[in-house]
């Protein structure tokens, strides 16, 4: 076990707490592994009846997952310990989606990548005054995995799309209108709410919905209808030809945004949200992720991402390839191409 992430029960419950402050509780390795023996330990224990997956304490719920490993890998080991990572963690994805028993996931924080991948597979989703949620894979040149494909695909009204594509962060009212939470509490209530749920974990739904009052008014009702408009289509051309003409102050501002995004995450995002759509099984959609994951971590944009973003912090990544017309079907059938049997991946 690791002390990156504390493990225990209180009575019928299981207890999941992220414990990498200084990371904003970012998943390692280790800790995908201990979480997921907990998980598969409380499966067969008759004892437990429900899980609650939080955060020890600071911003975090969960940032991310481990970025710098993922880059060391990419530029020094031809992906193979990333792409060990990505296996392992989509493991845990599916295994959380698949959980025969209700995990309660409070978001009280930033939520993002690898956090959204946990968080979202849980049958219960608080968020709160602190929640930030977002995919801000296309600003790193990655791509919005974890089980990205399935969840924004399924958001309705195109706002999947306009995640995937922009990294927008949403509060937990946003979350809570757009059915990526089920709750809202205010972050004050949660410590009484845990408590209630450990002491009767067969009212899980009524607890969280009895305290809350009205939550407050989600800004993001007020674009529903430009995100429809302008992300409408699948081809990432069209969507910003759509924003040229917009002619309001938010199509500006969201033409501006996609103008630092890397074309290749954008238009990888585009057909993932399209292809996963189609889809009935999640294993099926962490089959298709882990192959773009492979090709995607060795492809130039994501070392020259995570440099611009995260290690320089300079904000001025060369994307290769530069423009959206020069990503081409050809590249983008290669990066979506089956891998070789032995190297697919599989559930647990």
């Given at each position: 076990?690791t002390?990156?992430?504390?493990?225990?029960?209180?009575?019928?419950?299981?207890?999941?707490?992220?414990?990498?402050?200084?990371?904003?509780?970012?998943l390692?390795?280790?800790?995908?592994?201990?979480?997921?023996?907990?998980?598969?330990?409380?499966a067969?224990?008759?004892?437990?009846?429900?899980?609650?997956?939080?955060?020890?304490?600071?911003?975090?719920?969960?940032?991310?997952?481990?970025?710098?490993?993922?880059?060391?890998?990419?530029?020094?080991?031809?992906?193979?310990?990333?792409?060990?990572?990505?296996?392992?963690?989509?493991?845990?994805?599916?295994?959380?989606?698949?959980?025969?028993?209700?995990?309660?996931?409070?978001?009280?924080?930033?939520?993002?990548?690898?956090?959204?991948?946990?968080?979202?597979?849980?049958?219960?989703?608080?968020?709160?005054?602190?929640?930030?949620?977002?995919?801000?894979?296309?600003?790193i040149?990655?791509?919005?995995?974890?089980?990205?494909?399935?969840?924004?695909s399924?958001?309705?009204?195109?706002?999947?799309?306009?995640?995937?594509?922009?990294?927008?962060?949403?509060?937990?009212?946003?979350?809570?209108?757009?059915?990526?939470a089920?709750?809202?509490?205010?972050?004050?209530?949660?410590?009484?709410?845990?408590?209630?749920?450990?002491?009767d974990?067969?009212?899980?739904?009524?607890?969280?919905?009895?305290?809350?009052?009205?939550?407050?008014?989600?800004?993001?009702?007020?674009?529903?209808?430009?995100?429809?408009?302008?992300?409408?289509?699948?081809?990432?051309?069209?969507?910003?030809?759509?924003?040229?003409?917009?002619?309001?102050?938010?199509?500006?501002?969201?033409?501006?945004?996609?103008?630092?995004?890397?074309?290749?995450?954008?238009?990888?995002?585009?057909r993932?949200?399209?292809?996963?759509?189609?889809?009935?099984?999640?294993?099926?959609?962490?089959?298709?992720?882990?192959?773009?994951?492979?090709?995607?971590?060795?492809?130039?944009?994501?070392?020259?991402?995570?440099?611009?973003?995260?290690?320089?912090?300079?904000?001025?990544?060369?994307?290769?390839?530069?423009?959206?017309?020069?990503?081409?079907?050809?590249?983008?059938?290669?990066?979506?191409?089956?891998?070789?049997?032995?190297?697919?991946?599989?559930?647990?």
């Amino acid at each position: 076990m690791t002390d990156q992430v504390h493990i225990h029960t209180h009575d019928k419950v299981g207890h999941i707490s992220l414990n990498r402050p200084k990371a904003l509780h970012a998943l390692t390795l280790d800790m995908c592994h201990a979480i997921s023996a907990a998980l598969t330990k409380w499966a067969n224990d008759d004892a437990v009846e429900a899980v609650i997956l939080d955060h020890a304490e600071g911003r975090g719920f969960c940032a991310g997952g481990d970025i710098n490993l993922l880059r060391k890998s990419a530029l020094e080991d031809g992906g193979k310990t990333g792409r060990e990572f990505f296996h392992d963690e989509y493991q845990l994805n599916h295994q959380m989606m698949t959980y025969a028993k209700p995990i309660v996931a409070f978001m009280d924080g930033i939520t993002m990548g690898g956090g959204v991948g946990i968080a979202m597979p849980a049958k219960f989703r608080v968020a709160t005054e602190n929640t930030r949620f977002a995919m801000p894979e296309t600003g790193i040149g990655l791509f919005p995995d974890v089980g990205g494909g399935w969840h924004l695909s399924r958001l309705g009204g195109r706002l999947g799309q306009f995640l995937a594509l922009t990294g927008a962060r949403l509060d937990g009212a946003e979350c809570l209108w757009a059915g990526i939470a089920t709750h809202y509490l205010p972050s004050e209530m949660l410590e009484d709410a845990k408590a209630r749920i450990i002491a009767d974990p067969s009212r899980i739904s009524g607890i969280l919905s009895e305290p809350a009052g009205s939550p407050p008014e989600a800004r993001i009702e007020q674009n529903a209808d430009k995100i429809v408009k302008h992300f409408a289509a699948d081809r990432l051309e069209d969507i910003i030809a759509s924003l040229d003409a917009g002619e309001s102050d938010w199509a500006v501002k969201e033409r501006d945004t996609l103008g630092t995004k890397s074309p290749q995450t954008c238009k990888v995002a585009l057909r993932q949200l399209a292809e996963s759509a189609k889809l009935t099984d999640f294993a099926d959609n962490m089959r298709m992720e882990y192959r773009i994951a492979s090709r995607v971590l060795v492809r130039p944009d994501f070392a020259e991402g995570v440099r611009a973003v995260i290690v320089d912090k300079t904000h001025d990544p060369k994307w290769n390839p530069r423009l959206p017309e020069d990503v081409s079907d050809e590249l983008l059938d290669a990066i979506f191409a089956p891998l070789p049997a032995d190297e697919e991946w599989n559930p647990l």
